[in-house]
């Protein structure tokens, strides 16, 4: 398997990088994700652009245009011949001569092995538990998941899946996935503020146009405690039911009819995507 | 100069890490940092107990005894044999197999020459600015300064030397320095809650016990506006004395005598920990 390191190809298991690196010194770094079958890559530009937003709102100049790094994303694909796999880019902040103050960005990539949701985990539903937290750069998707991380114990002992934020009671999203209600009233809510806007939660909003009422508001957590249907979305996962949220059952313990069309219609899309 | 990675010394030019270290996939580590002048460490038990301490706030195995690091660290000292320096101690998540959960902790020590604060910031002061914001696990030193390092330039745009951060008005710390306010009775302050529990902070809590009424309270940024002193706190800066904040002016412009009877307290308190 290659990755690319610093402006050149390596095999993975010499990709390395100087311990000055700003990532390893301070945490500083921002990253993407997406999916490839074969040679397709999955709403590369929607990538592209939130990776280039990441880097801005987090100061990072990208060292190379976007045609390079696209060159480099398909001479990846080419050399690992993968059947389907996930890339992850990441850009830090570099070699830093004082280990504070950022330097010429460094940019990574690794592709794997896709790991997708389970079919138990779609059929059956997943539980998730609430804590209180806001992440500090909402919109860009930093590599900074100190809480995601110090709270996996915590999902363990409970036998989550995931763990959903909150702020003042307004709820915002998972560590790595958005959130989605369905009401009573069969209107479809996703957080509006605060929340990184995944290019899956971007694709539903796209969905719902048609056939659902979907509305980007404040969601309090009493009002994901009471919803209909609650479900997660991000690359990797697609649409996972949420059957339970903390000691609640939502949709009587079952994936619900809504958050079921919307998986259909989204691997409808990808399909459209890929052709 | 020699550097310390992952279980051995190697030529700080050689120090390297695998890309999948949690701290560059997910900025997850922690750190500490300690002064060393020839052979003496100042305030070594100090710092090896707040090194293990952020390491079980979050949740990392350290990976050696406290003897076994005192060992690196003696030997890193007679390997560099630098006359006044830093040494800066990483631990992080280590090499994830999934890039999202901890593996075996990866130890990192590098040591550089000391930058101490200039002539001109102890006769003049600086100015700090503030920003609202509070640390996601003040009382661990994390590697995570996404916030600092983001706000560089809006030090640089007011010409200030470093930034306080507060919640609510309630004051807490600077992204790596303590802080400190005299009022008009005469009374040393500092953040009780949120903050970093810093070597030099608790050196001044001691000293101020013989001479100084001093109290760990909430501080709000208006009783820093109104303060007859301000100063910060650090290993590398020991004490400076802050004159202006935003835009209010503290002390008369000129650094305050508590501040400067405070700092010869401590310069003597290191003279008589390095005998």
Chains 1, 2 share one sequence.
């Not at 290019?199 to 539903?204: D, E, F, G, S």
Request: with cysteine; net charge neutral; proline share 4%.
């Amino acid at each position: 398997m290659f990755s690319f390191v610093v402006d050149k190809f390596e095999t993975h298991a010499s990709a390395v990088l100087h311990i000055s690196d700003l990532a390893v010194q301070r945490g500083y770094g921002i990253f993407d994700f997406f999916k490839i079958k074969g040679r397709h890559i999955f709403f590369l530009a929607d990538h592209l652009d939130r990776f280039f937003h990441s880097a801005k709102i987090m100061k990072l100049a990208v060292p190379y245009s976007r045609e390079q790094i696209k060159g480099f994303i398909f001479e990846l694909i080419e050399k690992n011949a993968l059947t389907e796999s996930g890339i992850k880019m990441i850009l830090t902040g570099g070699y830093s001569t004082d280990g504070y103050n950022p330097a010429r960005s460094n940019l990574l990539m690794t592709q794997h092995p896709l790991t997708l949701p389970s079919a138990d985990q779609i059929d059956n539903g997943v539980r998730i538990i609430t804590h209180p937290y806001v992440k500090e750069f909402p919109e860009a998707k930093t590599i900074n998941y100190s809480m995601g991380i110090w709270l996996l114990d915590n999902l363990k002992a409970a036998g989550a899946a995931d763990v959903l934020y909150y702020e003042g009671e307004i709820v915002s999203e998972f560590p790595r996935c958005n959130v989605f209600i369905v009401t009573h009233d069969n209107v479809i809510l996703t957080p509006a503020r605060k929340v990184l806007h995944g290019v899956t939660r971007k694709n539903i909003l796209k969905l719902t146009g048609a056939q659902y009422t979907i509305k980007e508001a404040d969601i309090t957590r009493d009002e994901v405690y009471q919803a209909r249907e609650v479900f997660l979305t991000s690359t990797t996962k697609r649409i996972l039911p949420v059957v339970r949220v903390d000691d609640r059952i939502i949709s009587e313990g079952q994936p619900g009819p809504v958050t079921l069309g919307l998986l259909n219609e989204l691997l409808r899309l990808e399909e459209r995507d890929a052709v």
